[in-house]
């Protein structure tokens, strides 16, 4: 019987448990504040770059290499994989992909490279799907095709305090972090073929926070077959449990998970950001 391994990268902000339980490895990203390099889901947290980018200290990040990427593929086929799906954040926003094309050339087991489109927990929600359709006994090209399905129909709505931190990064256009700053208004983001771009301007943070309430319900209602829900924030945890206990409601759930994003991710998107992703079943 083939044995088929799941594969992803420490932005799409699976706890260790999860990825344990999933039988998902993890290849993290490096996170450098200051002159200092951090692995990201070792000895960096999120309140460290919270703190950095408060402080105005320079953060940002790094890929993990081809190099690392084939260790961990070789790694695996010693295991006993035949086969690898490698489920990654977008390719517009990071060369992550780029690295584990290039490992998987040199690969001694077939690897299959799939581009989420997403950031944070919707990659998570896409490799999961990759594990579940294994688990579930499909071959590799269904397990890729659950992975890539998922990507392309998540939708992830954020709430930024501010559009500098991502511009800063180039993760969204300078047009748009002008007009945020002139209008003083509070966007709402989303990502839409791996970029993330404006979705609309609302004028106070109380006004932003309901609007990606409704919006996030509405996206909720139009899946007929059940979906996954998580919010994530970066020092912003007081919020995004209030926005999450709203949502639990009005869906007629007990709960809805509440994590913080992955150290990665937070240098990009500063502190104050919440965000609601939404994955259909």
């Known amino acids: 019987m083939s044995h088929v ?17 999933e039988g998902i490895t993890v290849v993290p990203l490096q996170v450098i504040i200051g ?10 947290t999120a309140d460290m770059i919270a703190e950095a980018l408060s402080a105005f200290v320079p953060v940002s990040t790094s890929r993990p290499t081809p190099d690392d990427f084939l260790a961990v593929y070789e790694r695996l086929a010693a295991e006993g994989a035949d086969a690898i799906i490698s ?21 001694s087991v ?12 919707a990659t998570g929600f896409a490799a999961g799907r990759a594990a579940q359709a294994r ?45 945020g700053s ?31 309430e409704t919006l996030a319900l509405e996206h909720c209602e139009s899946c007929e077959d059940g979906f996954d829900i998580g919010v994530q924030h970066l020092a912003g945890a007081a919020t ?14 007990d709960s809805i998970p509440v994590d913080e994003v992955g150290a990665a991710i937070g240098a990009h998107v500063g502190p104050g950001m919440v965000a609601v992703t939404i994955t259909p079943r």
């Open 5 to 21: 391994a799941i594969v992803t990268d420490s932005t799409s902000s699976l706890s260790v448990e999860d990825a344990k339980r």
């Open 35 to 44: 002159a200092d390099v951090f692995t990201e889901g070792q000895d960096v």
């Open 87 to 107: 489920v990654h954040l977008s390719s517009r926003m990071s060369g992550t992909l780029d690295s584990a094309v290039l490992a998987s050339k040199q690969s």
């Open 110 to 121: 077939p690897v299959t490279c799939i581009d989420s489109t997403q950031v944070g927990i």
């Open 135 to 179: 688990d579930a006994g499909e071959d590799a090209a269904g397990i890729a095709d659950a992975a890539r399905r998922a990507g392309e129909r998540s939708t992830a709505l954020l709430y930024v305090d501010t559009l500098e931190y991502l511009k800063r990064g180039g993760r969204v256009g300078s047009a748009a972090a002008l007009i």
């Open 182 to 212: 002139a209008l003083a208004v509070k966007p709402i983001l989303t990502i839409t073929d791996g970029l993330v771009v404006p979705l609309e301007r609302v004028r106070t943070k109380a006004k932003a926070l309901a609007r990606l």
């Open 240 to 253: 995004a449990a209030a926005v999450a206990e709203r949502l639990a409601a009005a869906l007629g759930r």
